[in-house]
């Protein structure tokens, strides 16, 4: 079992930057998929990021050359490095975990665990 507490969500304005944590506990990370996702209110939870390990990402169109995803393995950490945010990434952010490297990592099936979720709101 992996456990993911995600933090550092809050109220920015646009053009602003956010970092989110992912910190996970109960087994390393090392080898899992990492990926963000976001859900907004009225919409389905679509893929954000993911990495497969150190310095293999991929990102969703929307948020290419403006998030960045990282891990810091020795800390069990995923962080999402959020810039030149815009009203539509307003969302909840979730962590996920995901033990096979051999699936789509935009899909939310390919995903084993999952985090709570924190609420990043950007306003005009």
């Known amino acids: 079992q992996v456990q993911l507490v995600e933090s550092g969500g809050g109220l920015v304005q646009a053009g602003g930057s956010l970092r989110l944590s992912c910190a996970a506990s109960?087994?390393?990370?090392?080898?899992?998929?990492m990926g963000w996702f976001r859900q907004a209110p009225g919409k389905e939870r679509e893929f954000v990021a993911a990495?497969?390990?150190?310095?293999?990402?991929h990102y969703t169109d929307s948020v290419r050359g403006r998030f960045t995803i990282s891990r810091d393995n020795a800390k069990n950490t995923v962080y999402l490095q959020m810039s030149s945010l815009k009203p539509e990434d307003t969302a909840v952010y979730y962590c996920a975990a995901g033990a096979s490297k051999a699936v789509p990592v935009n899909s939310r099936t390919s995903y084993d665990y999952w985090g709570q979720g924190t609420q990043v709101t950007v306003s005009s």
């Open positions: 109960g087994r390393t990370i090392s080898n899992y998929v």
């Open positions: 990495e497969w390990s150190v310095s293999i990402t």
